[in-house]
């Protein structure tokens, strides 16, 4: 019987139709045993290095995908989309066994690691988790990109189970928008996998989903090589045991014995806690766009007298400066804030040896922090934000991004020493990531919306549907929000400043 789920404030009611475990496929044929036994003896526990550890307690991080199919009836969901995703899902599953098990810390054990169980030997708490709904909301607000509470989209993500010493990996919800279509919420557990790996899976559930069709339903299919995970943890050196030390330092820093064993996620920060007072907008930079802030960055840089240094103008780099300039304008008027501004670089192609591409697991560097003063952005141009900020991403390599005890000292050093006169900005997702090509076979997403971001307080880059362009989710109180829309469109129609400068020296 369905079972409704309410949330005070919140006029998106969601009836839950089902929730089930959707365990790894597993046929007799002898090809698929010899494969599926070889993986299962090999990977029966994941191991986590430093890349992982790192993320420990940090809380889930969850990604929303809304799927437009006009017309789309409770019965054709239910007898068609519905099973193909979760057939097409335990298909997937057979290929990625970590996330069919749990994130585990025994008491024996110094650090978690991921454990699963052999594919012949399920049992019914085996699986990923999926709960099946159906919401009353308008898609076509939800699935825009104009201002909406952030609250209302609370409905459509799934629980993700956590205890001290068992956590799921990943947990899944898909809700059905009568006559409009459905949206897909992963919720996952930041320990085991970052945004590479996840898009790696999602990018085989779409591509074997859409097999369907071409293979019989009791076989398992292949995925091409592209698509198939690397679990190979010896690939990540560590013979100074900094795995070990991340986990204690992450206890530490929450005020915890750094001994404690516990993978329930920190709290959310008061500044962010009372997400009923807050708005998110997505906010998009076409090419033309990221030419003209190219073009007043180029002229500031000639105004500032720095012409001897190069700068780093990449789309990452320009996205980052629009956004963080606004932001900055938008929250303090006080000139001698400090501003701390964090964000994360794969480093799967800068480790030497590098990584495969198809690595699954974290593979991302510490947060990477540049400190400037507000005045940098309230009395100036930004270009010395934008050097520091060209200076830290070039830096990327060689002891900057393996793991190291000092790195992490220094980070939580700085952020106990933030005060009522600080700000800390931080910067998720990648517009690498190609979000938006996942296709189940009703067509590419119409719209991304990472929820997750209301309890960490970044804004979030993608690229956009379109392809060229970028994509910026904003979370923000709404007084604030209305104060920085204005100022990113007000910054990006400057023609005046932009046309000064001679397309010579792009």
């Not at 009923?276 to 907008?281: C, D, E, P, Y």
């Not at 964090?342 to 697991?361: M, T």
């Not at 190291?404 to 220094?410: F, H, M, P």
């Not at 204005?486 to 400068?501: A, K, Q, R, Y």
Request: charge should be neutral.
């Amino acid at each position: 019987m369905a079972d409704e789920r309410d949330f005070e404030g919140i006029n998106n009611r969601v009836k839950i139709h089902e929730v089930c475990k959707v365990p790894p496929f597993s046929d007799d044929s002898a090809a698929t045993t010899k494969t599926t036994t070889t993986a299962a003896a090999a990977f029966a526990t994941l191991s986590l290095t430093y890349f992982d550890t790192y993320w420990i307690r940090f809380g889930s991080w969850d990604n929303l995908l809304f799927y437009e199919i006009r017309g789309l009836t409770w019965d054709s969901f239910s007898k068609v989309v519905l099973p193909k995703l979760k057939h097409s899902l335990s298909l997937t599953l057979l290929h990625y066994l970590p996330l069919a098990g749990h994130l585990m810390w025994p008491p024996h054990a110094e650090k978690p690691a991921v454990c699963y169980s052999f594919p012949h030997n399920y049992s019914k708490n085996d699986g990923v988790s999926v709960t099946v709904a159906e919401s009353n909301a308008g898609f076509d607000l939800l699935a825009g990109n104009g201002i909406r509470k952030a609250v209302e989209f609370y409905p459509l993500v799934p629980r993700l189970s956590t205890s001290d010493d068992k956590a799921e990996v990943i947990a899944i919800q898909i809700t059905l928008f009568p006559n409009h279509g459905f949206s897909i919420c992963i919720s996952i557990n930041h320990a085991v996998l970052d945004g590479t790996s996840f898009m790696l899976f999602m990018r085989s559930w779409a591509y074997l989903c859409k097999q369907l069709d071409l293979h019989q339903q009791n076989k398992a299919p292949s995925l091409p090589e592209r698509l198939t995970p690397c679990f190979d943890r010896t690939l990540i050196k560590d013979p100074g045991g900094i795995d070990l030390v991340y986990v204690k330092h992450n206890m530490a820093f929450a005020g915890l014995d750094p001994n404690t064993r516990t993978l329930k996620p920190n709290p959310v920060d008061p500044e962010v806690a009372d997400t009923n007072n807050l708005v998110r907008r997505t906010f998009e930079l076409s090419s033309e766009d990221l030419n003209k802030l190219k073009h007043k960055l180029l002229l500031a840089k000639e105004q500032h007298q720095s012409k001897s240094k190069q700068l780093h103008l990449s789309s990452y780099v320009l996205t980052c400066a629009h956004v963080y300039a606004c932001m900055v304008k938008a929250i303090t008027e006080d000139a001698n804030t400090t501003v701390v501004f964090s964000f994360n670089a794969d480093c799967r192609s800068r480790l030497d040896p590098p990584l495969p591409v198809n690595y699954f697991g974290n593979c991302v560097s510490a947060a990477v922090c540049v400190v400037a003063k507000a005045s940098d952005f309230l009395q100036g141009n930004g270009i010395d934000f934008v050097e520091k900020l060209s200076d830290s991403i070039k830096g990327l390599r060689g002891d900057a991004i393996v793991g190291s005890e000092d790195k992490i000292v220094r980070k939580y050093e700085m952020l106990k020493q933030m005060g009522e006169q600080s700000i800390v900005l931080r910067i998720s997702g990648s517009h690498r990531f190609d979000i938006y090509g996942p296709d189940f076979g009703w067509g590419k997403p119409k719209k991304l919306e990472p929820v997750s971001i209301d309890r960490s307080g970044a804004s979030c880059l993608t690229e956009n549907k379109d392809g060229g362009g970028v994509e910026v989710a904003v979370v923000l109180e709404k007084q604030k929000m209305e104060v920085f829309s204005s100022l990113f469109i007000d910054g990006l129609n400057d023609e005046h400043i932009i046309s000064t400068v001679p397309r010579s020296r792009i």
